[in-house]
């Protein structure tokens, strides 16, 4: 199934996945992904989210949490695994993780997230009472 095709179901009345792991994303598709999350809104939200190596980047970790900030209520799943997310993103979700109050489980998995980024997490998740599982492993993260 094509980026388009996962997208337009993603965005379908009642849908609640949005699974786009293995596909990777242009910036342009990015913005795609920002917009119709913004779009999808608040309300009708998503509940589960795996862009699970997508390529995203840091640039790309800070585009959807943004569009998650306002619409990220409902979010249950987050997957961000295998995406090359390093401090930077990992401090631009850790700000961003309060605004998704029902988040029960977050991979951050096979990234590049040193101490530095993993500090910040760990600093939000006091905000993140739902939180279960945290998926950190294969990151760059030295003993405390």
């Known amino acids: 199934m094509s980026f388009e095709e996962k997208l337009e179901g993603m965005m379908q009345e009642g849908a609640t996945v949005g699974r786009l792991g293995g596909i990777k994303l242009s910036a342009p598709q990015v913005q795609q992904l920002c917009a119709g999350i913004q779009k999808k809104g608040d309300a009708k939200g998503l509940e589960e989210l795996s862009l699970w190596g997508c390529g995203l980047g840091d640039g790309g970790v800070q585009a959807v949490m943004a569009a998650l900030r306002e619409n990220g209520s409902r979010l249950k799943t987050l997957d961000l695994g295998h995406n090359s997310i390093d401090d930077a993103g990992a401090k631009a979700l ?24 993993a ?13 279960q599982w945290l998926h950190l492993d294969n990151n760059s993260i030295g003993d405390a």
């Open 94 to 117: 850790a700000e961003s993780l309060p605004r998704c109050p029902n988040l029960k489980e977050l991979n951050l998995s096979s990234n590049s997230i040193g101490d530095a980024g």
């Open 119 to 131: 500090k910040a997490v760990a600093e939000s998740l006091p905000r993140c009472p739902n939180l």
